[in-house]
């Protein structure tokens, strides 16, 4: 077992080294990209368990550890003391993901939700993601663009919360709006700003699929919709992932539709399982 282990250990340590190699030629290499670079690179990792367990999760750190660096290295204001607790990684930071999904993960349908609109899920989700953990914060909602467009006028910006869009154009709106090219850039983003308290991942597939795969995931705050619906776009995969299940309410009628409020932590291990196919459409958001 213990060689074992130490030959996992001599892997991880060598596709770490190839992610460093490979964000120093170039800074924007997103994870496809940088797929085919390693499997070009060394042909053996294409079929190596650690590589395709933990090879996005090791990305993804490296590239938040890269852009975190270059934030502090460019912030000349900052006080020693300031630098002194910015330098340190920011694993503490928690974040979360809220979503609604049926039992087969199904999330939306043609940009929408495919069930009607479910009060009790509604202001489950307004409470835990404006209420922060200390009083003067704000948390932070994360999310893509689709989402962002998905939510009604009348509700964006989500009130109460800092809101990240991750866009590759601007969007026009007041608020505590901040548009980023990319997931990692909403994460630095939330590094680099002050009094924030819990940080959520809310939507759409893409976005879920780039959380769940970061080391920094901790949490999934699921309302299971324990009835079927059609839909079009699904989240990742959550048990067969090896997340583990903490705690699960009584079942719940919400507007004619049995709901569950459950809670699920990131695994100590990684499950050796692969994701399913994440599709790129995103869903609405729930807001409110």
Not at 15 to 43: D, H
Not at 161 to 179: A, D, K
Not at 263 to 272: A, N
């Amino acid at each position: 077992m213990t060689d074992n282990n130490d030959a996992v250990g001599l892997i991880k340590t060598a596709f770490r080294g190839l992610v460093v190699e490979a964000l120093s030629s170039n800074k924007s290499m997103t994870y496809a990209e940088f797929r085919s670079y390693v499997i070009a690179a060394s042909p053996g990792f294409e079929n190596d368990e650690i590589f395709n367990v933990l090879g996005r999760s090791i990305f993804y750190e490296e590239c938040c550890n890269m852009k975190l660096k270059e934030q502090q290295a460019s912030d000349s204001s900052s006080s020693s003391s300031s630098s002194s607790s910015s330098s340190s990684s920011p694993t503490t930071q928690e974040y979360a993901i809220v979503v609604a999904a049926t039992e087969n993960y199904g999330i939306g349908l043609k940009g929408g939700f495919p069930w009607p609109r479910l009060k009790k899920d509604v202001d489950f989700f307004k409470s835990k993601t404006t209420e922060p953990p200390r009083a003067s914060h704000l948390n932070v909602v994360i999310m893509g663009r689709k989402t962002w467009d998905s939510i009604p006028l009348k509700f964006r910006p989500l009130s109460d919360r800092i809101n990240i869009v991750i866009t590759s154009s601007e969007i026009t709106t007041s608020g505590n709006v901040h548009t980023v090219a990319s997931f990692v850039d909403a994460l630095t983003k939330v590094a680099t700003l002050t009094n924030t308290g819990s940080v959520y991942v809310i939507g759409g597939a893409r976005v879920y699929a780039d959380a769940m795969a970061h080391p920094w995931f901790t949490k999934i705050y699921l309302t299971r919709v324990c009835k079927e619906f059609e839909c079009d776009t699904f989240m990742p995969r959550i048990r067969e992932m090896g997340y583990r299940l903490d705690q699960c309410d009584d079942l719940v009628i919400d507007n004619d539709v049995p709901i569950q409020f459950c809670v699920y932590s990131k695994p100590s291990q990684p499950e050796k399982k692969e994701n399913e196919p994440v599709q790129e459409v995103e869903h609405g958001s729930k807001w409110g």
